[in-house]
């Protein structure tokens, strides 16, 4: 599910869940134990989150397996997926970098942007389908906006087209772009930087810009969390989960 190891300083914990690295109760639970145990090994000075799968970083919720969960059910992984695991990130004494390779999708974008900085592979990709599915990307209304601009934020997240690292790195969505065989390398390049400084100045330092970039997160995750719940509970809701299910188009406005 994880594979981690720690080497000069710099913990890696890479996401290895096949065949997408789909999000489920107990990835999440290993991912946010493995982040607190590095966050408190005092020979840690930085992290990398990545992928052990080739050509998948995460593809977001594993959909089968909430499907047919009540919205109330639902409400404990969303909660963790946008509330606990941000908070978690946010108050690491030290920095969290992302690698993404390949496919960065819905619930994996919101990992993602939990980590203090993204470098991603020039094939990796990205997009919010969710709402091609019955979902909805309710988290990235709350931030995506503040980065892209209202009517770029709009196209990508009503869409759902798929768009590239060039094309995040322009937008300001990743902080680096690196050639595809080479985004670990440059991921633990950074992270050997952070790990040469002061470990306490990191600690003051990072809080100090956690709470200036807050912009509210933690009350508009919680208003998040509410509307995915919603969405499960509506008819289009099921359609579009079950026709990802059974691998069709879903007929929208079916009770």
């Not at 005092?42 to 989150?49: M, N």
């Not at 499907?67 to 030290?94: A, D, F, N």
């Not at 997160?217 to 359609?239: H, K, N, P, S, W």
Request: glycine letters at 10%.
């Amino acid at each position: 599910m994880l594979q981690t190891k720690v080497h000069d300083g710099v913990a890696e914990v890479l996401l290895d869940s096949p065949p997408v690295n789909g999000i489920t109760d107990s990835m999440l639970a290993a991912l946010m134990a493995a982040l607190q145990q590095a966050g408190d090994d005092p020979e840690v000075r930085a992290i990398v989150l990545g992928s052990a799968l080739p050509g998948r970083f995460c593809a977001g919720l594993d959909l089968r397996q909430y499907r047919r969960r009540k919205p109330s059910e639902v409400h404990g992984i969303i909660s963790k997926l946008y509330c606990r695991l941000h908070e978690l990130q946010g108050g690491l004494p030290k920095p969290v970098i992302a690698a993404v390779a390949g496919s960065a999708r819905g619930g994996g974008m919101s990992i993602a942007i939990t980590c203090d900085m993204i470098v991603a592979a020039d094939d990796a990709t990205f997009g919010y389908p969710e709402m091609d599915v019955g979902l909805l990307p309710a988290i990235h209304y709350h931030h995506l906006h503040r980065i892209v601009g209202r009517y770029r934020a709009f196209d990508l997240l009503f869409t759902g087209r798929v768009f590239s690292a060039h094309e995040a790195m322009a937008l300001g969505l990743v902080s680096r772009v690196a050639p595809a065989e080479q985004v670990l390398d440059k991921a633990r390049e950074l992270a050997r930087v952070f790990a040469a400084k002061s470990p306490e100045l990191m600690r003051l330092g990072k809080a100090a810009f956690v709470r200036a970039a807050d912009n509210g997160y933690r009350q508009g995750a919680g208003a998040a969390v509410d509307l995915i719940c919603t969405v499960f509970g509506t008819a289009d809701g099921a359609e579009g989960l079950t026709a990802f299910d059974e691998k069709r188009k879903p007929k929208w406005g079916v009770v």
